[in-house]
């Protein structure tokens, strides 16, 4: 088989040598029973982390986000949503299946949404309309390129939701990079939202699994929900091992996706067909439209399949996202490829 550097994801990442030798070690119970110790350990862990009360270990980030809709939301009520949000186009709709509510999409400047658009968008129940009770953030956000959403904008927004008694809930899937890029601790982002969740099968490498936070009462009765949805697994401290070797031992080192795809972005910015502001990319992601004379999107993708690149566009911009099992020499080989397909 080929040898590939795979650009498609962040979980595309395999577990480390410490992750498989915690994961093989690992002291095991049933988890649904409440007694497997290392399930126990790494949500005290995170919990204290992120400085909320308690933590739930769940298999998927889709899975954190649709517990945490149908933990805060009645039947027929309106939720919040960035309009280009993960939770609002790549969950397959969880928020009107499982929980269902409306979400209600706003527009934003690159993931930050306007306070006082949000604002305006609150809206009181009637026989006509549904009530506004919950507001979801994406940080950092994939879908614009990872970008940071700033703490003063996520500030702004708990203040209106304060004022009028909504919830406020942070998709973190990658709040380890926003903290990373921006120099903010994961708790100060916390401490801003009702609930949290971050994966630890992105950028972190774990093989499986998220981890959401949140006030006590709130993680309760989001046990059940997990349990409703098929979520409750047995002797997972065996996958829980390797969430905890991903904190103690990968955080530290998202600095360096975020540099490499920083090289990345300003190597290939000005090539022919390609439409990408470098100085946009804060951390691993890097999202650029195509128009190239000579070549579609479908074939610019399979020529650099042939040069050994792998990575992803749907019906828009092409993605690539850095991620540890990309090192400098796939940089290399990537910036090479490029110039040879496009010059």
Same mark, same amino acid.
């Given at each position: 088989?080929?040898?590939?550097?795979?650009?498609?994801?962040?979980?595309?990442?395999?577990?480390?040598?410490? %992750?498989?030798?915690?994961?093989?070690?690992?002291?095991?119970?049933?988890?649904?029973?409440?007694?497997?110790?290392?399930?126990?350990?790494?949500?005290? %862990?995170?919990?204290?982390?992120?400085?909320?009360?308690?933590?739930?270990?769940?298999?998927? !980030?889709?899975?954190?986000?649709?517990?945490?809709?149908?933990?805060?939301?009645?039947?027929?009520?309106?939720?919040?949503?960035?309009?280009?949000?993960?939770?609002?186009?790549?969950?397959?709709?969880? %928020?009107?299946?499982?929980?269902?509510?409306?979400?209600r999409p706003i527009h934003s400047d690159r993931?930050?949404?306007?306070?006082?658009?949000?604002?305006?968008?609150?809206?009181?129940?009637?026989?006509?309309?549904?009530?506004?009770?919950?507001?979801?953030?994406?940080?950092?956000?994939?879908?614009?390129?990872?970008?940071?959403?700033?703490?003063?904008?996520?500030?702004?927004?708990?203040?209106?939701?304060?004022?009028?008694?909504?919830?406020?809930?942070?998709?973190?899937?990658?709040?380890?990079?926003?903290?990373?890029?921006? !120099?903010?601790?994961?708790?100060?982002?916390?401490?801003?939202?009702?609930?949290?969740?971050?994966?630890?099968?992105? !950028?972190?490498?774990?093989?499986?699994?998220?981890?959401?936070?949140?006030?006590?009462?709130?993680?309760?009765?989001?046990?059940?929900?997990?349990?409703? #949805?098929?979520? !409750? %697994?047995?002797?997972?401290?065996?996958?829980?091992?390797?969430?905890?070797?991903?904190?103690?031992?990968?955080?530290?080192? #998202?600095?360096?996706?975020?540099?490499?795809?920083?090289?990345?972005?300003?190597?290939?910015?000005?090539?022919?067909?390609?439409?990408?502001?470098?100085?946009?990319?804060?951390?691993?992601?890097?999202?650029?439209?195509?128009?190239?004379?000579?070549?579609?999107?479908?074939?610019?993708?399979?020529?650099?399949?042939?040069?050994?690149?792998?990575?992803?566009?749907?019906?828009?911009?092409?993605?690539?996202?850095?991620?540890?099992?990309?090192?400098?020499?796939?940089?290399?080989?990537?910036?090479?490829?490029?110039?040879?397909?496009?010059?």
């Amino acid at each position: 088989m080929a040898e590939f550097s795979d650009f498609r994801s962040d979980t595309v990442t395999r577990p480390t040598k410490n %992750m498989r030798k915690a994961m093989a070690e690992a002291v095991v119970g049933d988890d649904v029973l409440g007694d497997d110790p290392t399930v126990n350990k790494l949500e005290s %862990m995170v919990a204290k982390i992120m400085g909320k009360e308690a933590a739930l270990y769940v298999p998927s !980030g889709t899975m954190a986000n649709s517990i945490t809709v149908k933990v805060w939301t009645n039947e027929l009520d309106e939720v919040i949503v960035e309009a280009k949000s993960h939770i609002y186009n790549m969950e397959s709709t969880h %928020m009107t299946f499982i929980a269902r509510v409306t979400p209600r999409p706003i527009h934003s400047d690159r993931g930050a949404m306007d306070p006082e658009e949000v604002e305006r968008n609150i809206r009181m129940p009637s026989v006509y309309i549904p009530r506004t009770s919950l507001i979801c953030i994406e940080n950092t956000h994939n879908a614009w390129s990872g970008a940071v959403v700033p703490i003063e904008n996520i500030r702004a927004i708990r203040k209106i939701a304060d004022e009028h008694g909504i919830r406020l809930h942070i998709d973190g899937a990658r709040i380890f990079n926003a903290s990373h890029a921006s !120099g903010i601790p994961v708790k100060e982002y916390a401490a801003l939202a009702d609930s949290l969740m971050f994966c630890l099968s992105k !950028g972190l490498s774990a093989p499986v699994g998220s981890v959401m936070v949140g006030p006590q009462d709130f993680i309760d009765y989001a046990r059940r929900v997990r349990k409703v #949805l098929g979520g !409750g %697994m047995r002797q997972v401290g065996i996958l829980a091992a390797a969430g905890i070797v991903a904190l103690e031992e990968m955080v530290d080192r #998202l600095k360096e996706d975020h540099e490499r795809a920083k090289q990345l972005a300003f190597a290939i910015a000005g090539l022919p067909g390609i439409a990408l502001n470098p100085e946009y990319i804060q951390t691993n992601i890097i999202i650029f439209d195509f128009n190239h004379p000579r070549l579609s999107t479908p074939e610019f993708l399979s020529k650099l399949k042939e040069e050994g690149i792998l990575a992803l566009a749907s019906t828009g911009p092409i993605r690539f996202v850095v991620h540890k099992d990309i090192g400098d020499k796939d940089i290399d080989r990537a910036i090479s490829a490029f110039n040879k397909i496009l010059a």
